[in-house]
């Protein structure tokens, strides 16, 4: 039997959500039926709004998805008025204000506190020089992602930007493939570095050679979630640039028509695979849904790839880069991706002075900023911004990931960017790495959803619950070794439920270890893959330290964590237009 | 009025009657479950799995953990809360921290 978000979905879905969302929006939040509340708010989020979780009600997140991540000139500046004019709630971030955008994983951008009745002046602002919300979230396609750098480098074979380009030109908005089993994530890479991290998305095309052609080989099922980690497996499929469109096109009507619909839980591709393994998987691609012969797998590039791969080559594109046309592009660090609008206003003004005015979102949270002139480089590397988002920043800073966490989201067990600021801020200061280890990566996800994709980190931590003192605290699990490259590891889960405030300590006793016990030069990876499971968790234990951690208790429990008065109770949520609270039924 | 009872959000809460009621990251103690050998089993909710009713009670299966000592897993039928007026449709919950008792 279908799942009653199945049944929604056929009621309405995809195009036509937005008639809906610009009806309420003129009505206000009130107009939307209380006995229709979940229907609607799945059905927004194909649209791109996602309802803030409880306490937070009649507050949306709102994401945009920019294709590849590139964020044209003249956008950046438009991203900034949004979040400047609509996205202030009624509590500031005590590290980050009251306004800012978040540049995600999957190269898009989240806003948080926005209101219903706003959304049409929203999306003309945005669709005036466009930008869009479209499947940004729900069960369609997703932002297409892939080489943050594509057509700006100099490892690239092909050129990604256009495919990826080509891809979302055609597939959003397209009827056909609006509504899915589940989300559809692609990712499209032409480089030889392996930066498109298209081992962790539904759907990867990755350089490789056939028969003396440049095209891409084809990897599906690949994910994160719900400690149901899947690296996409190789379906012995080549497809030719122009192939592309075609090929994407059965493969997603094949999720579309196979999928399940009936276990939310078992919908996306990664357990259709498990079910059919990539033979059948192939074979009903080429029986089915496509009319062209499929060739089989080119000589792909992955014994040099390098992105994320253990060994400090290329762990991010964060630094100064030259482009194959001269100019250079530079990567700077945004600790946790999250920026002050009044610093994203200031990089699209910088980004215009020195460079096109184009940027970059990487898949780790970061932004580039491309085409700076030779002339002008150490003029740019000069600016005061750069001293807060640095394109040379200590290890720490630069191997910080977190998702959204239990601000805003309703799965999230714990706080978390507020929480990697810390950590990362107080690790730098107390923590001395290894001789030679230039790229550290910790990726702190609140859930077992894993946005801030934990396993593909160095260090890994996952929201958890423990007991200290026989008081529930927030708490991480703990996980080792993983990454991308050439042959993909997950994290190995070595140490359970530690007390938040004591990971810091933790991980300052576990570098002390790796430091002394090392062979030469291993790699931290190499030194956790060397080693049994019972081994790693004698290495290093949990320790209180210096570190102080504000939000050890249960932060789902309150409205807002950094509210004055966190009770749930004094939520002024749901509000009105003027974020106003409106009367209880009670 | 029928009740309405669902999870959404990969599971993420409990709505009744389209009001978000339940929600994961909760500490529930479970006393006489199969779920581990703790007594009681210090039980972290991280995803709700399956919702049902047997009036007046809703109940849940929840994807969780013991936080004592590190079994994971779904656990049996809890009872999350109860309608006991299907025509106000007014929901009550269980205090999580008091001691639930899983239908075997």
Not at chain 1, 373 to 379: I, T
Request: net charge negative; hydrophobic share 35%; proline share 5%.
């Amino acid at each position: 039997m279908p799942t009653k978000v199945e049944n929604w979905k056929d009621e309405v879905y995809g195009n036509e959500i937005r008639d809906h969302l610009m009806t309420f929006a003129e009505e206000g939040w009130d107009a939307i039926p209380e006995d229709e509340h979940d229907a609607w708010f799945e059905r927004f989020k194909w649209w791109g709004l996602y309802h803030q979780r409880s306490g937070q009600e009649s507050y949306f997140m709102m994401r945009i998805g920019t294709p590849n991540g590139v964020i044209e000139p003249g956008q950046l500046d438009v991203i900034a008025e949004v979040a400047d004019k609509y996205a202030r709630g009624p509590v500031d971030n005590p590290e980050f204000g009251d306004a800012y955008c978040d540049w995600t994983t999957r190269q898009s951008i989240q806003l948080h506190w926005i209101k219903i009745e706003d959304i049409p002046e929203i999306f003309d602002m945005l669709e005036s020089v466009g930008l869009s919300t479209q499947q940004a979230c729900g069960d369609s396609w997703r932002n297409i992602v892939g080489c943050p750098v594509a057509g700006k480098d100099t490892h690239e074979h092909i050129d990604a930007w256009p495919v990826a380009e080509d891809l979302h030109d055609t597939f959003k908005g397209d009827d056909d493939y609006a509504n899915l089993p589940r989300k559809w994530k692609v990712s499209v890479t032409g480089c030889d570095q392996g930066c498109g991290q298209g081992d962790i998305n539904d759907l990867a095309f990755e350089p490789a050679e056939k028969d003396g052609e440049l095209g891409f080989n084809v990897r599906v099922g690949g994910g994160l979630a719900r400690k149901e980690p899947r690296f996409a497996r190789d379906i012995d499929v080549w497809v030719p640039t122009d192939r592309v469109d075609d090929m994407s096109a059965g493969m997603s009507a094949l999720f579309r028509e196979y999928g399940d619909r009936e276990d939310r839980f078992n919908a996306r591709i990664k357990f259709l695979m498990d079910e059919w393994g990539p033979e059948k998987m192939r074979s009903v691609l080429q029986e089915e849904f496509v009319d062209f012969e499929l060739p089989s797998a080119g000589e792909d590039m992955r014994d040099q790839y390098t992105y994320n791969a253990g060994d400090n080559e290329h762990g991010d594109h964060v630094g100064v880069y030259e482009q194959p046309d001269g100019n250079y592009y530079v990567g700077l660090n945004v600790l946790v991706g999250r920026m002050g609008v009044d610093d994203v206003y200031e990089l699209a003004d910088l980004a215009d002075e020195y460079g096109s005015g184009e940027v970059r979102l990487t898949q780790r949270q970061n932004i580039i900023v491309t085409d700076v002139d030779s002339d002008r480089l150490d003029a740019f590397l000069d600016e005061p911004l750069l001293e807060d988002y640095s394109p040379d920043p200590h290890p720490f800073m630069r191997g910080s990931i977190a998702c959204t966490g239990t601000e805003f989201c309703s799965l999230s067990i714990v706080e978390t960017k507020n929480r990697q600021v810390r950590y990362a801020r107080w690790l730098t200061d107390n923590v001395s790495l290894p001789e030679g280890v230039e790229d550290f990566h910790i990726h702190l996800s609140g859930c077992t959803a894993s946005c801030a994709q934990p396993q593909i980190a160095d260090i890994s931590l996952r929201g958890m619950k423990t007991r200290k003192d026989g008081e529930p605290v927030e708490a991480f699990d703990i996980g080792l070794g993983g990454g991308l490259g050439e042959n993909p590891l997950f994290a190995d889960w070595v140490e359970m439920r530690v007390a938040a405030d004591e990971v810091p300590g933790y991980i300052d006793n576990l570098l002390d270890a790796f430091e002394a016990k090392r062979d030469g030069d291993e790699t931290f990876r190499d030194f956790v893959a060397d080693r049994d499971e019972a081994t790693l968790q004698d290495l290093a234990d949990p320790e209180e330290t210096s570190y102080d951690d504000p939000y050890l208790g249960n932060t789902k429990m309150t409205w807002y964590p950094y509210a004055e008065d966190t009770d749930m109770q004094s939520s002024p949520a749901p509000t009105d237009a003027d974020d106003q609270p409106l009367p209880s039924d009670d | 009025m029928t009740t309405d009872v669902h999870q959404l959000d990969d599971g993420a809460w409990i709505s009744v009657n389209d009001s978000r009621e339940v929600n994961v990251s909760d500490l529930w103690l479970l006393a006489k479950s199969d779920f581990c050998d703790c007594a009681p089993t210090d039980f972290l909710a991280e995803g709700f799995v399956e919702t049902g009713i047997d009036p007046p009670n809703i109940q849940a299966k929840i994807a969780g953990r013991c936080i004592t000592c590190g079994t994971e897993g779904v656990t049996n039928w809890l009872t999350v809360g109860r309608v006991i007026e299907p025509e106000s449709g007014e929901f009550y919950g269980v205090v999580q921290d008091s001691v639930h008792i899983p239908e075997k």
